[in-house]
């Protein structure tokens, strides 16, 4: 596989705003700024005449959006056939955070260092998570109820973004936190526990992507967990009231190949 690299200037600011969030920069400070409109940045959404379809002609900046050949989401199989034996390694730390309102999605801001990924000789920190409904990666042509977005970066700008699928099932306390966040926009102190909230089995399907918002800069690593969660129907009955549409279409895959692999995790 290549290793993934990116002009930290052009991939940093819109990835620390949200891969899906895309009108709000600055996900590492401890405060949201103004939503796009009022922040002089091009206004897009999920339909419409600013909808996916045309987000390469809203902008100079957007045109990866249409003329890019390694865009993201796209259909991840099952099972990937090459696997890799080298492993991510997550170290998760307990922190709090701040819940903030893009305008295109709610993210979770953390206070500190909740999570590092060690891969391809990087340390990527936890920049935010973010969520979209329904889930962007359709595995096998299927789409479950939603998808979050664990954001990853490093210093120069890389960047790795751990993806997990939800679907309707048991409650789950460990992402309550987030829950409570999207239900009331601005809410700081929420506790964030990375190791509990991604699934246990630790198998991923990794894939170099892009942004799944404009300004869709490619050179994104994916590493997207194959083991969905379980959120109940209250639980996603939040989301639903705050963004219920604002996943962008899968992409065409062209010749890149997935690859399947796990994960080790440790929490401080």
Not at 68 to 93: F, R, V, W
Request: with cysteine; proline share 9%.
């Amino acid at each position: 596989m290549k290793k993934l690299t990116l002009p930290a200037l052009l991939l940093l600011a819109p990835l620390l705003a949200s891969c899906a969030a895309g009108g709000s920069p600055g996900a590492a400070a401890s405060s949201a700024p103004p939503p796009a409109e009022h922040a002089g940045e091009v206004h897009w959404s999920y339909d419409g005449e600013e909808g996916p379809d045309e987000w390469g002609h809203l902008a100079k900046d957007f045109t990866e959006c249409e003329a890019g050949d390694a865009q993201s989401p796209i259909d991840l199989p099952d099972h990937a056939e090459t696997k890799l034996t080298a492993h991510p390694k997550i170290s998760s730390s307990p922190t709090v955070g701040e819940s903030v309102d893009t305008g295109h999605t709610i993210q979770l801001v953390p206070d500190g260092d909740a999570s590092e990924v060690e891969w391809k000789d990087n340390e990527f920190d936890l920049a935010q998570v973010h969520f979209h409904m329904p889930s962007e990666h359709t595995v096998e042509g299927k789409a479950l109820d939603a998808e979050f977005h664990f954001v990853h970066t490093t210093e120069d700008g890389q960047a790795l973004v751990l993806g997990v699928l939800a679907q309707q099932g048991d409650e789950n306390k460990a992402w309550q936190p987030f829950i409570d966040g999207a239900a009331e926009p601005g809410s700081d102190e929420l506790p964030i526990d990375v190791a509990a909230m991604l699934p246990s089995d630790p198998t991923f399907e990794e894939y170099a992507g892009s942004l799944t918002t404009p300004p869709c800069t490619e050179g994104v690593d994916w590493v997207v967990y194959h083991e969905p969660i379980e959120l109940s129907a209250e639980q996603i009955a939040v989301l639903e009231q705050t963004y219920d549409n604002n996943a962008r279409p899968t992409q065409p895959q062209g010749d890149r190949e997935a690859y399947e692999g796990t994960v080790t995790i440790s929490n401080d």
